[in-house]
């Protein structure tokens, strides 16, 4: 699934490729990288996705009586979902940025946004699918999906543990068949969720900025962005999130020894904690933790509790308030992240992290030799990164004079690839080093 968009803040044209397990945004501040990012977000999040496409009776009733039904698809219905849902996210932009309504055409009027392929490029895809899911319906529900390669239908299955849940049944009617229309629609990527830069303040300062029924409450809601809304409710429902129990959940517990050298768990109270492995008696609130654990608690939660594999993982800068050795662990995390079936797209300015994705490509690349090198430094067996399933995109203007920023790939070889910004960057600083290293050494050049 290639996205485009077109005209939005500082990008003129971007082409997004979500078919790669990793992407990868660089360049300077302000060239519009938050932008498209929150954009995927909008495109990708299951849960804002429209209710309201019934399924027949019928087959609800055979569904509730079996836990189990096959469902025709009609893929015109299926195109025109996708269609519909690409005109909902264009119509909400100022919603999605938190701009004042009398702004949007200024903002967004000329912005465009779609999915590249034609209707028989679509329809050939849908009906080639051959996948297994394993979802939830509004974060409440399990039930697993089946598609055979070269049929139109899907089989539905639900536990029967659950069936007779009335919630549930009377939820289907809405529900279901447009959950299934999304899942076909944005193909490979089950779901998203973001963790945008202001992730630390939205468990630091949560009660203070959604307070439940209360009118401060709702009107504050409605000046953040929907990145952040979605991840204020995220963190008013800790209590009942940690209900459930993702497959991911070991995966949360190994970045929880490896870089944060304790437990995060969550409050009687509903707030997030922790525990340092060396002080296990001793709980922290968040706001006594390190920086490196408020940095991280929003993704080993997400990993516990919620991640469902082929998810999207957008992190805007990742490094942030990590120390470079931890930078370097986390881009490892990511590695294996991705090789357990979740997607990831990254926006950093890191040298370190990048340095050490062209790292696990070289792995990857790599004969015997370079694996065999690899683990006497420590790199364990799922820790490489494939270039075929990895795009890296540069955001910047052309030229001073230029008004809107250009995206472009970056090239990926079996060593990796090259930041131009940030090469520039370290190799002027590291001139300016030498010169006045020189200078006090040996004084100034004659």
């Given amino acids: ?48 996705k429209s209710f309201g496409i019934r399924l027949e009776k019928e087959l609800i009733n055979q569904l509730v009586a079996e836990n189990k039904v096959a469902i025709p698809l009609n893929i015109m219905d299926i195109w025109n979902f996708r269609n519909s ?45 051959e996948y297994e899911w394993t979802i939830k319906l509004d974060n409440s529900f399990y039930f697993t999906i089946f598609k055979d390669k070269n049929n139109n239908y899907l089989d539905v299955h639900i536990p029967s543990d659950i069936i007779k849940n009335k919630e549930l049944i009377e939820y289907l009617d809405i529900a279901l068949l447009s959950r299934l229309y999304s899942l076909l629609v944005f193909f490979p990527v089950t779901s998203a969720t973001i963790f945008p830069v202001e992730r630390n303040a939205i468990f630091t300062f949560s009660n203070e900025l959604l307070i439940k029924n209360s009118e401060y409450g709702q009107n504050a809601k409605n000046r953040y962005p929907q990145p952040i809304k979605d991840a204020l409710k995220i963190a008013e429902d800790l209590t009942e999130i940690e209900k459930s129990k993702s497959t991911y ?39 006594q933790s390190s920086s490196i654990v408020k940095t991280l608690a929003s993704l080993v939660l997400y990993l516990k ?32 992240l991705v090789n357990k079936g979740l997607r990831l797209l990254v926006s950093t300015h890191s040298d370190y992290i990048i340095r050490e994705m062209n790292n696990l490509i070289m792995i990857a690349e790599g004969n015997d030799e370079v694996k065999e090198t690899a683990q006497t430094f420590g790199y364990k067996a799922d820790e490489f990164l494939i270039a075929d399933e990895t795009q890296i995109y540069m955001f910047d203007y052309k030229n001073n004079s230029s008004k809107q920023t250009e ?13 131009k910004s940030i090469d520039d ?13 020189t200078t006090l050494k040996y004084g100034k050049p004659e």
Wanted: charged letters at 25%.
């Fill in 1 to 48: 699934m290639k996205i485009q968009i077109n005209d939005l803040g500082a990008v003129k044209s971007a082409t997004i490729d979500l078919n790669k397990k990793l992407n990868v945004f660089c360049g300077p501040n302000g060239t519009g990288k938050t932008y498209i990012a929150f954009v995927i977000y909008a495109i990708t999040y299951l849960n804002n």
């Fill in 85 to 129: 849902e690409l005109y909902k996210v264009k119509a909400n932009l100022r919603n999605l940025f938190a701009v004042a309504e009398s702004k949007q055409e200024n903002y967004f009027g000329k912005t465009r946004i779609e999915i590249l392929g034609t209707y028989a490029e679509f329809e050939a895809k849908i009906i080639a699918l």
């Fill in 249 to 287: 959940y070991e995966f949360a517990e190994e970045i929880e020894t490896e870089l944060l050298k304790g437990k995060i768990g969550i409050s009687k109270e509903g707030q997030v904690e922790f525990r340092s492995n060396k002080a296990k008696s001793i709980s922290l609130s968040f706001h």
């Fill in 305 to 336: 509790h919620l991640a469902i594999e082929n998810d999207l993982i957008i992190i805007d800068e990742p490094e942030l308030n990590l120390h470079p050795d931890n930078q370097i662990l986390l881009t490892r995390i990511f590695a294996r």
């Fill in 407 to 419: 995206v472009k790939p970056i090239a990926i070889g079996r060593s990796g690839f090259s930041v």
């Fill in 425 to 437: 960057t370290i190799d002027k600083q590291s001139d300016i080093s030498e010169q006045l290293y």
